[in-house]
């Protein structure tokens, strides 16, 4: 019971820090108080018109689009091609920078490279074209145009550098760590068809027996050895 | 509801029914996925959110501008990245807030790092990348991003 209660209070400490301060603001600034709370609630606005939809774009790229497909597209042997399509992945999506984490994490499962992770990432900040207008509106038009021709090549480049800086399987492992992120690393391995050759009603259902340790890797019949090899590889 | 918001929005739509259509096993599987993430996520978000609000609250605008006009056109440009670096506002109610700067008299260098940090370092949002990508991937990626940050100003510097 006192374990359970201090893993949830860590899973939670942002938040219950968060709780305290305004708690704190309350009674000694009220007027802090008020205006923060009305801040937020505009920022809440924002992340709710726009969060439900990142995440169910996420789980369809996990469920939809084939490694081979990503790592064609976004690998380490996609080249500027792939640095180009990461400028554009990132440039067309809406939302903050924190939108853009769940999308690209499930890229990177997929086998993006680190490198097109932080162009598509940086470019998601950045790269607006309606963004361009207003800029340009406020700031001229040569501060835009400035701006942006110095930061293209700076994103590309902070993508080869923190490539070279990072190693992608540890990366991989914070970005699955917790049943639920072995589970839909597992889900994502798994062909889809939901024929229940395994014993299980779903792929989801097997995929959550296996993070559980109640399965073996082994009873995917589409799936086949390959399947069962790359399962084998992240358990 | 601004015009990219709507596409993400009609983008998901179109997904979903898309994917309905072709398998409706697998769209709900997609669907658990994305709720899974949404749960884990969520809370962080709300708790980062929040806090930012508040520090909105407690650190008037007004000493920003006068920390962004002095007379070290480099000292200008790294409290312009650095402020941008703790910030989260929307972009476009980023725009007018460095025109009205510069108008009060801060460097346009300053206003580029103050933009370009805003955009691409998160120290709010750090926890959650963190999260999703490690520990080292983030502080790589972020202090890599504040470094070109402060190389881009300096350079809209030359060209301006």
């Not at chain 1, 009305?38 to 789980?59: C, D, H, N, Q, R």
């Not at chain 1, 340790?213 to 799936?223: Q, S, T, V, W």
């Not at chain 2, 108008?103 to 346009?108: I, N, Q, S, T, V």
């Amino acid at each position: 019971m006192i374990a359970k209660a201090k893993t949830l209070a860590k899973e939670n400490k942002l938040i219950l820090f968060a709780l305290l301060a305004y708690l704190l603001a309350l009674i000694f600034r009220p007027d802090v108080f008020f205006k923060g709370l009305k801040t937020t609630g505009g920022y809440l606005k924002e992340m709710i018109e726009i969060l439900p939809a990142v995440f169910v774009i996420s789980g369809l790229i996990d469920v939809w689009v084939s490694r081979e497909t990503i790592i064609r597209a976004f690998g380490s042997g996609a080249g500027l091609k792939g640095k180009l399509g990461a400028v554009l992945v990132g440039s067309i999506s809406a939302g903050p920078i924190y939108a853009a984490f769940p999308v690209t994490q499930a890229l990177l499962r997929k086998g993006a490279s680190l490198a097109n992770i932080v162009v598509i990432l940086s470019a998601w900040a950045v790269v607006k074209a309606p963004m361009l207008v207003v800029e340009s509106k406020f700031l001229g038009f040569r501060f835009m145009l400035t701006r942006y021709l110095l930061t293209l090549p700076g994103i590309m480049l902070i993508g080869y550098l923190t490539e070279k800086a990072v190693n992608r399987s540890h990366v991989l492992r914070a970005a699955q760590s917790g049943v639920d992120g072995i589970r839909d690393e597992l889900i994502a391995q798994l062909p889809g068809h939901n024929c229940g050759s395994c014993g299980y009603k779903s792929c989801g259902q097997y995929a959550e027996a296996l993070a559980e340790g109640e399965a073996e890797p082994d009873l995917c019949r589409p799936g086949g050895g390959e399947v069962a090899e790359r399962l084998r590889e992240i358990l | 509801m601004s015009l990219t918001t709507l596409l993400l929005l009609i983008g998901a739509g179109i997904g979903l029914v898309w994917s309905f259509i072709k398998d409706r096993g697998k769209t709900i599987e997609s669907i658990r996925v994305a709720k899974s993430r949404f749960v884990g996520t969520a809370v962080e978000i709300v708790g980062v959110l929040a806090l930012v609000g508040l520090f909105f609250a407690f650190v008037p605008p007004n000493s920003i501008k006068e920390l962004l006009g002095g007379a070290n056109v480099f000292l200008s440009g790294l409290y312009g990245s650095l402020i941008g670096t703790v910030t989260i506002i929307p972009a476009f109610v980023a725009f007018p807030l460095s025109a009205s700067l510069v108008e009060k008299g801060a460097h346009l260098v300053a206003v580029a790092a103050f933009i370009t940090t805003l955009t691409m370092v998160g120290f709010a949002t750090a926890p959650i990348e963190m999260d999703h990508f490690g520990k080292r991937f983030t502080l790589v990626r972020n202090g890599l991003s504040f470094a070109f940050a402060l190389v881009i100003a300096m350079g809209m510097m030359i060209f301006l």
